[in-house]
């Protein structure tokens, strides 16, 4: 049986690694039609799109895909087309594990937390005024004769948005996933002690849908503290269900955790489509210079085999990836003590490591 996927290399190092999860994948047995599309930049060059219709019917169409990052400018030029991406095709929930796998250079051995990220609004809801824009100088104008607040003239202002909508799907998500993954705790993180009506309306809704699942534990956590306690006791720690801001720079501590990005996989899931991507972006310095690690799209590539239920081949991939590591021999530069070592492999040579180990099971 054959399945088709989208395919979306990106840019910056994304080619390269989404070629690393293609040879691993072709590697497990299964076998996958690719429809590669374009996303950023490149389309916008090519199709004069940032975010082509073409690229989105044929997601839709397979309902999966497999993506590269992609580049977005940072404080000027376009909004992120990944985030847009996600909001085009209404994927709410960004689930990004965080496993040991037993890397030399990480501090922790067993660490296993789960991140649920909700992926829709937030700070991330796409709402920003410039300090000169028009729009800007009346919301201040607004606030300040109305003794909400004392704002300066030319301010930028960002729109923080919670809604009650989007929260309830992504915490029952997170519990439904937990118990899915027999999994014990979910742990609801935020700022309810100072974003009162935001925050406070995403724990209140937590705590009202965890009474519907009370065989797993629900606690919760300041956004500060949870950070401090990630890094003093990570194993106490099991699933987190966090605002998009949040959840996009606590994956980054988890991947922290386990020895880097360059370990962390993730995968965006709404009512009928996934797209699997790595944590990691384009990592720009790196671009065209098989140099980074391939480990976190791998992974990304096995989430996409769990979902269509090849969980012989997920695994065979996931322990390739975990064996490769430990031997510490056919490694990117990252996962080496020394990132001087010059030992370490370049991204393909590391993805042909493991696509043997894969075929040797
Ligand atoms: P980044 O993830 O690209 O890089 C952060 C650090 O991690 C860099 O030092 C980089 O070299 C290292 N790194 C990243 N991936 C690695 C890998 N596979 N192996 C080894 N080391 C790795 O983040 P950034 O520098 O903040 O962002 C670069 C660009 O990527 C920006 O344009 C940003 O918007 C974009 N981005 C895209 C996505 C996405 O497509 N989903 C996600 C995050 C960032």
């Not at 090519?46 to 989105?56: F, M, Q, Y």
């Not at 296993?112 to 028009?134: C, M, S």
């Not at 009506?197 to 809704?205: A, E, M, P, R």
């Given at each position: 049986m054959s399945y088709r996927v989208t395919l979306i290399p990106g840019d910056g190092v994304g080619p390269e690694v989404v070629e690393a999860a293609k040879i691993c994948i072709e590697a497990s047995g299964v076998e996958i039609i690719w429809e590669e599309k374009l996303l950023g930049a490149q389309a916008q060059e090519?199709?004069?799109?940032?975010?082509?219709?073409?690229?989105?019917a044929s997601i839709r169409k397979n309902k999966l895909a497999l993506k590269g990052p992609v580049t977005t400018p940072v404080g000027?030029?376009?909004?992120?087309?990944?985030?847009?991406?996600?909001?085009?095709?209404?994927?709410?929930?960004?689930?990004?594990?965080?496993?040991?796998?037993?890397?030399?250079?990480?501090?922790?051995?067993?660490?296993?937390?789960?991140?649920?990220?909700?992926?829709?609004?937030?700070?991330?809801?796409?709402?920003?005024?410039?300090?000169?824009?028009?729009?800007?100088?009346?919301?201040?104008?607004?606030?300040?004769?109305?003794?909400?607040?004392?704002l300066s003239e030319n301010t930028a202002i960002s729109f923080k948005t919670i809604s009650k909508k989007a929260s309830e799907r992504i915490i029952r998500f997170a519990f439904e996933y937990a118990i899915q993954n027999k999994r014990k705790k979910l742990a609801c993180v935020h700022k309810a002690n100072i974003l009162k009506?935001?925050?406070?309306?995403?724990?209140?809704?937590f705590y009202e849908i965890a009474k519907d699942y009370k065989e797993i534990e629900a606690q919760d956590y300041i956004v500060d503290n949870l950070s401090m306690q990630l890094v003093l006791r990570p194993y106490n720690f099991d699933v987190l269900v966090l605002p998009n801001l949040y959840g996009d720079i606590i994956s980054d501590l988890c991947a922290g955790l386990i020895g880097g990005l360059g370990l962390a996989p993730g995968a965006n899931i709404g009512q009928t489509i996934a797209v699997f991507?790595?944590?990691?972006?384009?990592?720009?310095?790196?671009?065209?210079?098989?140099?980074?690690?391939?480990?976190?799209?791998?992974?990304?590539?096995?989430?996409?085999?769990?979902?269509?239920?090849?969980?012989?081949?997920?695994?065979?991939?996931?322990?390739?990836v975990k064996d490769v590591i430990k031997e510490n021999k056919s490694v990117t530069y990252d996962l080496k003590l020394?990132?001087?070592?010059?030992?370490?492999?370049?991204?393909?040579?590391?993805?042909?490591?493991?696509?043997?180990?894969?075929?040797?099971?």
């Open positions: 090519k199709l004069g799109s940032l975010i082509p219709e073409e690229t989105l000027k030029g376009f909004r992120s087309v990944n985030v847009g991406l996600r909001k085009a095709l209404d994927l709410y929930a960004n689930v990004r594990p965080a496993k040991s796998l037993g890397a030399c250079n990480s501090k922790y051995d067993n660490v296993d937390i789960v991140v649920v990220r909700e992926n829709t609004e937030d700070l991330y809801a796409g709402i920003e005024f410039d300090f000169n824009d028009p729009f800007a100088s009346f919301l201040i104008d607004k606030i300040n004769k109305g003794n909400i607040g004392k009506f935001t925050d406070g309306l995403f724990l209140s809704i991507e790595p944590v990691h972006g384009s990592a720009p310095k790196y671009t065209g210079k098989n140099k980074v690690n391939p480990a976190a799209t791998i992974l990304s590539a096995a989430l996409l085999l769990k979902h269509l239920q090849e969980n012989e081949a997920a695994r065979k991939i996931e322990q390739a020394n990132r001087d070592d010059p030992s370490s492999v370049g991204t393909l040579e590391m993805a042909e490591a493991i696509a043997d180990k894969i075929k040797s099971y």
